[in-house]
């Protein structure tokens, strides 16, 4: 089941790569011609699949291994189909070059070859701004999210500019699929139409900027389980002024009336202003995802968090006694920062499975090398990360030197932009 989940991204990218140039491989043409065309089909395949991988269907990420691994796989694919595209008009200049540079000009030139090459130059522009969307960190949400649309319709645009060119297969299927993929992304997840009806019960202070906020369904509850995380949208309330928008949180913990809680940390505009949400807000809860914390084996265990990145160690905590030994390492900026610490405490000195280590860090990067046990000490056991992503790449490396395989690392960013 693992390696089949693991092949499953790859499969789907290759098929979705190899269906279009299959059907569509040109012949008796120069190598420098076919090249490009060849180039072509491959790009659009790639920007199917990275289409597909888009969207948020907890069925789909099961299959695929998880949210967070598709929208890694999205990013990845949606640049390589960016090169290949970028390198197919060039590939077809290159076949007119050796008779004449103007007319391989001409090829490339928006300005001589009418509205077909123009919706192609301006697909690769739609597809450049959503790509530099992706690199643009620090930019709002709202932006992002919006300048993150023009790699959709860069897309259409692009399957556009095949039909202005008299070319309607396989472009017509592709099209239809494409269309279909947007516009489930659009009615089912960002309109919200996929998620479930909430209601905010209370919202407790559990640290500085961080908020642990319990939600009643009003219909069918989602099935979540301890270490996922969700997608929710708060709304207006009578003082509250909505966000709106889907973020993600993890879920700290499931009542037995399904009651989901979430932690959120005030990390930009939305979740800032969530920090003063009040009770009877509604909210639509889409999920849940993540397969962080499940299946895990029998061996010892090493938990580290980071800050919020507690929430799914405590969520499955609160579920009861651990099976296994396990070290959790709660690092924290200082004692104002450290959410649901006693509670920590209180669940560590009942569990005899339990080993909490709780350290503060200040404002600088904490020294590994005297918080994680030694090589010796760690063998066998198997490692779970949480926390900023800074953090978890300075935790991998230390732990890599100390002889754990990449097989025995566990993590997730929850990170989705």
């Known amino acids: 089941m693992f390696l089949l989940r693991w092949l499953s991204i790859p499969l789907l990218v290759l098929a979705a790569t190899a269906g279009p140039v299959y059907w569509a ?17 491959a790009g659009c395949g790639l920007l199917l699949a990275s289409l597909l991988l888009m969207l948020r269907e907890t069925w789909l990420s099961r299959w695929l291994g998880g949210l967070e691994r598709m929208y890694q796989w999205h990013h990845h ?25 103007v007319l391989a000009w001409q090829t490339l030139s928006p300005f001589s ?3 077909p090459v123009r919706l192609g130059w301006l697909s690769l522009l739609l597809l450049m701004l959503g790509l530099a969307a992706t690199f643009a960190t620090r930019l709002p949400y709202r932006s992002w999210r919006w300048l ?22 396989p472009v017509l299927p592709i099209l239809a699929l494409a269309a279909l993929f947007l516009g489930w992304r659009i009615l089912r997840e960002d309109s919200g139409l996929a998620a479930r009806p909430y209601i905010v019960q209370s919202a407790t202070p559990v640290a500085d900027g961080m908020v642990e906020i319990a939600l ?82 029998a061996a010892p265990q090493l938990w580290l968090a980071g800050g919020i990145g507690i929430t799914p160690f405590l969520a499955l905590l609160r579920t009861g006694p651990l099976s296994q030994e396990t070290t959790l390492v709660y690092l924290y900026r200082a004692e104002a920062d450290s959410a649901f610490l ?16 709780a350290v503060t860090t200040g404002n600088e990067p904490p020294n590994l090398d005297s918080l994680l ?25 230390s732990l890599h030197k100390r002889g754990i395989t990449p097989r025995h690392i566990h993590f997730e960013n929850f990170g989705f932009r």
């Open 25 to 41: 491989f040109p012949e008796g043409l120069s190598p420098a011609r076919s090249l490009g065309i060849v180039l072509g089909w």
């Open 77 to 101: 694919v949606g640049m390589a189909a960016y090169v290949l595209l970028l390198a197919h008009p060039l590939a077809l200049a290159a076949d007119a070059w050796p008779a004449s540079p």
């Open 113 to 115: 070859q009418g509205w």
């Open 148 to 169: 993150h649309v023009s790699l959709g319709v860069g897309v259409l645009v692009g399957l556009w500019h095949l039909l202005q060119l008299g070319i309607e297969e």
């Open 216 to 297: 009643k369904p009003l219909a069918e509850p989602i099935a979540a389980t301890a270490g996922q995380f969700v997608l929710v949208a708060f709304f207006a309330g009578p003082t509250f002024r909505g966000c709106g928008e889907f973020h993600p949180f993890t879920v700290s913990s499931i009542g037995a009336d399904r009651e989901i809680r979430v932690g959120v940390k005030a990390l930009g505009d939305c979740t800032r202003r969530i920090q003063s949400i009040e009770p009877g807000v509604l909210a639509r809860v889409h999920g849940a995802f993540g397969t962080f914390l499940a299946e895990r084996p």
């Open 342 to 357: 006693q509670e920590l405490r209180a669940l560590a000195a009942r569990d005899p499975q339990l080993s909490l280590q």
């Open 373 to 397: 046990p030694t090589a010796s000490e760690l063998a066998q056991h198997e490692c779970y990360l949480c926390g900023p992503p800074g953090m978890l790449a300075a935790v991998r490396q």
